[in-house]
């Protein structure tokens, strides 16, 4: 079966039982949380959709939620597959080509990352405004259907400066400040080395993760602008002490607050924008 049959068979079951979303949202390790808050829901375990991978993490229980939002209609994924499980990045990005399907406006990533850049602590929250892909893979691998997208899709803009100063703005109007960044993937599972980090840095990345890159060229492919947001949870191999998924999940906890009561603001201006 073609990608774009599939990727329209899961979308027809979503219709079936779900309003349209105006955005898409895909949470990062420890921040589902935020699937929590949507009024008038619609909840969708990953094991219920077709073709949907599904994770074993502990952190990323996969659930998608169509729910309300200040006033508009939000299609949010709590909890993503990664590469390092064993899928290929088109497999990874399957659930952002479903979201796009859907008709979103815009689509927000979310993630949990290591802070590469000196000003960074636990808990910085940086705007993605490009990417690194040192994963080796590409979703777009393979033969191209026209009708998801160009063979040879553009990712000069991939992050839309102009909705990401919407989440600037929206930032700023409940009191948080936000930090710019490069994001860099790496593949994992295992964390960078110090000489990796070392390495990033000079190629010019802020923070690095085992995610998010994916599902932001198919949503390029799509057409879809995307709004990219890293937590900082750590401080990167060599930057900082030691690191474990225990430090990455307790940062998330914390800042959990700060960053519902960010997405509540950012989501409904996304389509004013
Ligand atoms: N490296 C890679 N991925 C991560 C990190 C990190 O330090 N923190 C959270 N996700």
Known sequence: MLTFDQVEETAALIRARAP?????VILGSGLGAFADTLTNAAAFSYSELPHFPTS???????RLVVGRVGGITAAVM??????????GAAQVAFPARVLCRL???????????????????????MRI??????????????????RLGPRFPDLS?????RLGTVLEKAAETIGLSIDRGIYAHLSGPSYETPAEIRMLRTLGADAVGMSTIPEVIVAAHMGVPVVGLSLIT????????????????????RVRPDLLRLLTNFLPRLVQA
Do not use: C, K, M, W
């Open 234 to 253: 750590n401080l990167a191999a060599g930057v900082g002490a030691s690191l474990s998924h225990q430090e990455v999940l307790e940062t998330a906890e």
């Open 103 to 125: 008709g979103v406006r815009a689509l927000l990533v979310t993630n949990a990352a290591g802070g590469i850049h000196p000003r960074f602590s636990a808990g910085t929250l």
């Open 129 to 146: 405004t490009d990417h690194l892909n040192l994963s080796a893979q590409n979703p777009l691998s393979g033969s191209n259907d026209d």
């Open 78 to 87: 709590a909890g993503r597959v990664h590469g390092y499980e064993g899928y």
């Open 56 to 62: 074993s993490v502990v952190g990323h229980a996969g």
């Open 20 to 24: 349209a979303p105006d955005v898409g």
């Open 157 to 161: 803009h991939a992050y839309d400066p």
